[in-house]
């Protein structure tokens, strides 16, 4: 799996090994170690959206791939920010090699394999995928896990972000990546959980610590006025854009 340093903020399990690949905030923003990119990383002082971190990937125009080795058990966790209702926008692929399995956003639902999910237009939306065996068990934002759908039980091989399918309409940016090729310390039900993981970020917690204090609320200011880019998740509000709105939100959560 590739390294995303400034643009994603990657966890990578192999066999019992637990490397956290983490954003900082000097990092270069780009898409160097994806097999194939055609989508191009923004950071925020070239007016890109991002949800963690300086930078995000913009998916409006084009996509990201990677291959890995085939496995049948894997995790995914990714946010992704769409502007407005879209018309059968295919957003995330995977792929034994053989067959896709597309997920797409269509007005504002997210479907994929006969099944739909409220998705949250003009919002940041988290996307929590979990495939053991084929079978699949998909979470976005706090709605429960869709399950009962089986694909590619070959095993997975790789997968495309951004741009897949359809036109866009509007913004599409992703951001705060995740991938797991085989076990993660919690199960299976709690990583498709909101509450209770780790590596959920919490949206007003602009410093990063893991939990929100006067601290954020003072770096939301901060970037409000051009004194300086949070590194956490000032967008409190998941819209898109750093305001009052997300101090405010912020100051309502500590």
């Not at 590739?2 to 990657?10: I, M």
């Not at 929100?212 to 898109?240: F, H, S």
């Amino acid at each position: 799996m590739p390294h995303f340093r400034g643009l994603f903020y990657e966890k990578i399990w192999i066999s019992t090994l637990f490397v956290t690949l983490a954003a900082v905030a000097n990092a270069a923003c780009n898409t160097d170690s994806w097999d194939v990119a055609t989508a191009s990383a923004k950071n925020i002082e070239n007016g890109g959206i991002r949800y963690e971190g300086l930078c995000a990937l913009d998916g409006s125009t084009g996509f990201v791939q990677q291959s890995i080795p085939k496995t049948t058990t894997i995790y995914y966790r990714f946010f992704v920010f769409v502007e407005k209702a879209q018309t059968n926008l295919t957003i995330f692929t995977l792929t034994d090699g053989i067959n896709n399995a597309n997920f797409v956003v269509d007005g504002s639902n997210f479907k994929f394999a006969g099944k739909t999910v409220a998705f949250n237009v003009g919002k940041w939306n988290s996307v929590r995928i979990h495939i053991n065996a084929g079978n699949v068990s998909l979470a976005i934002n706090d709605a429960p896990p869709l399950t009962g759908v089986t694909i590619l039980s070959r095993g997975v091989t790789g997968m495309s972000l951004g741009k897949l399918g359809g036109s866009v309409n509007g913004k599409l940016y992703f951001d705060a990546f995740v991938a797991s090729s085989n076990v993660i310390p919690e199960n299976a039900s709690v990583f498709l959980s909101e509450q209770g993981k780790s590596d959920i970020l919490i949206p007003g917690d602009a410093n990063g610590s893991g939990s929100i204090d006067t601290q954020d609320a003072t770096l939301i200011m901060d970037e409000i006025k051009n004194n300086g880019n949070a590194a956490g998740v000032p967008d409190c509000t998941k819209d898109g854009v750093i305001d009052i709105r997300d101090a405010v939100c912020a100051v309502n959560k500590i």
